[in-house]
């Protein structure tokens, strides 16, 4: 494990297992006088409200974006902790923490463990279905848990989950201090969360990094599912060019919020400096961008849909699919040059493409080529530009082994 201040990791790219749009959830968090636990999800970036800014100042004291307790003065807890269900089980590849803007309240330590539960606890279920309450104070600002649910929270054991960041210092929230990053693996699949503070303060937001792991066998092998979604482990591993947007926004769930919730690129600066439209109704001597989708399970891809929403002036003039079924190479093997080695077959042949629309192509049809088990697509852009969502429906090919796994 290694934490650090500077550059990314790789596995940053990777989903966020516990955003708010996978649907993570606080079962129950000791104290949440100043800002509640949940905002540590948010996907927003934080930010800071100025004195002059409306909202700077709640009853409680400074707003704050993130989860902050107050300074503690009692030893029962002695330090503050909630318990997260992550929105979707999955394999924790690196923990990112920030502790954006606090600099003088951020929490000084703090560690982090981890449990699979599948079946839970009748109080902690109970725990959680208060905290769901609109009528119930807990997970609101100036709220904290009770001694009698402090016992119930306490007795299920949680300070004895695994450890997947230790007891560790944190630093102030400042630009160049604010962001860490730990490396974390062999812990299998993890469906919650208990984050400690060491005693108490603030921390801006936590994201955990890794994949959905799917629970394959609650699904008829014959039924239609997005081979590539979030939801179902698909992973963006790889592209030419990320300018504005990673290519695992591609997967997210439901349709994009903003054109910042899909891949876009740049524009390409060896596009022809006059447009000219070829016999085949697609601009001619056009080059183009692409990246690569690392299916959830390997399949036959039956539909594909592609959604350029809110792409209006910047999606592209056409695309293409490809697959492969190459499910033990590394991902490095679809990196850069070694991306065109691989064994790729046409998916989807070059396709006009529209704005801000949803398009969907199908075997059936004639539009989808019939490529046999796949474990891997290639999208292609002409030139450049945006694409919101893709999605590849099919079936699962439990013949050829089960869900692929990500090598990052």
């Known amino acids: 494990m290694a934490a650090s201040v500077n550059e990314p990791p790789a596995w940053t790219s990777l989903p966020d297992l516990a955003s708010e749009g996978l649907g993570t959830e606080v079962q129950f968090a000791t104290d949440e006088w100043f800002a509640t636990a949940e905002r540590m999800f948010l996907r927003a970036e934080p930010i800071f409200r100025t004195d002059d800014m409306p ?54 330590r703090f560690s982090l463990q981890a449990a699979c539960i599948d079946s839970e606890p009748e109080s902690l279920v109970a725990l959680h279905n208060m905290r769901r309450d609109p009528n119930h104070p807990y997970g609101q600002i100036g709220s904290a848990c009770s001694d009698e649910d402090l016992a119930t929270a306490e007795a299920l054991g949680t300070d004895r989950w695994a450890d997947l960041v230790p007891f560790t210092p944190l630093q102030p929230g400042y630009a160049e201090s604010r962001h860490h990053f730990f490396d974390v693996s062999g812990f299998g699949r993890v469906t919650h969360l208990r984050l400690n503070m060491f005693p108490d303060g603030g921390i801006a937001r936590l994201r955990v990094h890794g994949r959905v792991s799917p629970n394959w066998d609650t699904m008829a092998a014959s039924a239609e599912v997005d081979l590539c979604s979030v939801l179902n482990g698909g992973l963006g591993i790889s592209c030419s060019n990320r300018h504005f947007g990673v290519p695992g926004n591609l997967l997210g769930i439901g349709r994009g919020v903003n054109m910042g919730d899909g891949w876009e690129t740049a524009r390409h600066l060896h596009r022809p400096p006059v447009l000219v439209m070829g016999a085949d109704g697609n601009i001619k001597d056009l080059e183009s961008d692409w990246a690569v989708i690392q299916l959830g399970a390997i399949g036959t891809v039956h539909r594909v849909q592609i959604d350029t929403a809110h792409f209006k002036g910047n999606f592209p003039e056409s695309c293409r699919v490809d697959a492969c079924y190459e499910p033990n190479h590394q991902d490095q093997a679809f990196e850069g040059d070694a991306c065109a080695q691989r064994k790729w077959v046409p998916l989807l042949p070059r396709t006009k493409l529209g704005a801000d629309r949803i398009v969907d192509f199908t075997v059936a049809a004639g539009e989808v080529m019939h490529a046999g088990p796949i474990s891997h697509v290639r999208l292609s852009i002409f030139p450049d530009g945006g694409i919101s969502r893709l999605r590849l429906f099919g079936t699962r090919e439990p013949e050829k082994g089960g869900a692929l796994r990500s090598r990052l």
């Open 55 to 108: 909202g700077a100042y709640t009853v409680q004291g400074k707003w704050m974006d993130g989860w902050e307790t107050r300074r503690k003065r009692i030893t029962n807890p002695g330090q503050d902790w909630c318990i997260i269900k992550l929105g979707r089980p999955g394999e924790i590849v690196g923990i990112e923490l920030d502790t954006a803007f606090f600099t003088g309240n951020y929490s000084p």
